[in-house]
């Protein structure tokens, strides 16, 4: 049975840096997405970023140029390094990962999420 299990969130004051990883657990295979989705109350949920298991990676142009994305391919890990926090940040970020199989069928799996606050 998979899990992503998330860590690195907590309170951070504007233009500081938060680093979140999520480790998937029970796993015996990879995923050719893994990424990042916050939700802020009486929002929807957002993607945002994403990256696929040969680097290639995508970003909200609300993060762009503040946030980047990686991923351990062999430790089945994947991050989000934020730098320069807004307020507008502020939102429980969830990791998600996908995995395609040999019928071309995609398999979509998530984490219980974690809270971030940007506020002075």
């Known amino acids: 049975q998979v899990q992503l299990v998330e860590s690195g969130g907590g309170l951070v004051q504007p233009g500081g840096s938060l680093r979140l990883s999520c480790a998937a657990s029970?796993?015996?295979?990879?995923?050719?997405?893994m990424g990042w989705y916050r939700q802020a109350p009486g929002r929807q949920r957002e993607l945002v970023a994403v990256i696929s298991t040969g680097g290639t990676a995508n970003y909200a142009d609300s993060v762009k140029g503040r946030f980047a994305i990686s991923r351990d391919n062999a430790k089945n890990t994947v991050f989000l390094q934020m730098n320069s926090l807004k307020p507008e940040d502020t939102a429980v970020y969830y990791c998600?990962?996908?995995?395609?199989?040999?019928?071309?069928?995609?398999?979509?799996?998530w984490g219980q999420g974690t809270q971030v606050t940007v506020s002075s």
């Open positions: 029970g796993s015996i295979f990879s995923f050719n997405n």
């Open positions: 998600n990962a996908k995995r395609r199989d040999d019928y071309l069928m995609w398999y979509d799996y």
